[in-house]
């Protein structure tokens, strides 16, 4: 199954999406994970995508094409992905069509309150990428390789809304372009991790059918 996770940031793609993944036994296409591996390595891509990804703006489009359309040709993807984070323009969603059709896209609808709150609480394994939240942390490292916890560069309050405004503008038309398509199926994004799977899997079962 061929499937994307949309919404706001912070509305929890990363995490559900990962969830869903391992249950399906297909890859989790994560292109802020990506694009936060190319610039700790130092790639051209890393390099040029860190002035856009450190302020909260979107990485010009022909760049995140070039990057999905050679990860989806990977032997992993040919039994279906998760897209997290990818397309995120109404560019990038035309340009996906015309060499992938998805089959599902979940979107995860919540409000600009609880994004700031669950963004600016949110920390990262260093080593490993693993996503935590404060009001849930049972350890000062992480729990799946130990490494140390640390606060996303654009996790900073001025740059949580400038993410926000960005979605608001250039990633929410989305909606009405699959919703049009008929692929689009909404779950609460407030919903706590474990309602909010539950519901995701019983849609999934339902386009599964
Ligand atoms: P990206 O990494 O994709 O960031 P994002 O879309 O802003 O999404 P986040 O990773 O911040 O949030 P999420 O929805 O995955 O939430 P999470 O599960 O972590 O992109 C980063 C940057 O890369 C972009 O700004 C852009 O510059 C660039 N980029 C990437 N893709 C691009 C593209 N296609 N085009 C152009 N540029 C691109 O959860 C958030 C927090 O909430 C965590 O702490 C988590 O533990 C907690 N949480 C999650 N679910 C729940 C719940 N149900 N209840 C309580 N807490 C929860």
């Not at 036994?25 to 860190?50: C, F, H, N, W, Y």
């Not at 489009?61 to 997290?84: H, Q, Y």
């Not at 038309?173 to 519901?199: I, N």
């Amino acid at each position: 199954m061929k499937i994307l996770f949309l919404g706001p940031p912070g509305a929890g793609k990363g995490t559900q999406a990962d969830m869903v993944a391992r249950k399906l036994g297909i890859p989790q296409i994560s292109t802020g994970a990506i694009l936060r591996e190319a610039m700790k390595a130092g790639t051209p891509v890393g390099l040029d995508a860190k002035s856009y990804v450190d302020s909260g703006l979107l990485v010009p489009d022909d760049v995140m094409i070039a990057l999905v359309r050679e990860r989806l040709t990977e032997p992993d993807c040919t039994r279906g992905f998760i897209l997290d984070g990818f397309p995120r323009t109404l560019e990038q969603a035309k340009i996906l069509d015309g060499f992938c059709k998805l089959d599902l896209v979940i979107d995860l609808v919540i409000s600009d309150e609880a994004i700031v709150h669950r963004l600016t609480g949110r920390r990262v394994c260093a080593d490993c990428g693993a996503t935590y939240h404060i009001d849930r942390l049972t350890s000062d490292t992480c729990l799946k390789c130990s490494g140390a916890l640390i606060i996303r560069q654009d996790d900073a309050p001025e740059t949580v809304l400038n993410r926000l405004e960005v979605y608001h503008r250039q990633t929410a038309p989305l909606e009405t372009y699959y919703t049009q398509m008929d692929l689009l199926r909404e779950v609460d994004g407030a919903l706590s991790l474990e309602d909010g799977f539950t519901a995701i899997d019983s849609i999934l079962r339902t386009a599964g059918e």
